[in-house]
């Protein structure tokens, strides 16, 4: 392998590990404050969550609907 394959190769790995961290390394920092409160999923992405009745999806902008709603 010469060197322009080398580093088309290298800059596809860290893409794909780029990728991958993004949607799945994140945890979700709208975690319910308290038990007792309602929690809200998006309908598409159920791993989108937020104790705000008003918050949208991050991902495709849809309005989050109680999780209880969800998969249904």
Do not use: R
């Not at 794909?16 to 920092?29: C, M």
């Not at 791993?47 to 989050?64: E, Q, R």
């Amino acid at each position: 392998m010469d060197t322009a394959q080398i580093i088309v190769t290298l800059g596809g790995i860290a893409l794909i590990a780029f990728t991958l961290w993004f949607f799945f390394g994140k945890k979700s920092t709208n975690q319910p404050s308290s038990s007792k409160s309602a929690l809200y999923a998006c309908p598409m992405h159920p791993w989108i969550t937020s104790s705000d009745p008003t918050a949208d999806c991050s991902i495709c902008g849809m309005k989050l609907v109680q999780a209880d709603e969800v998969g249904k």
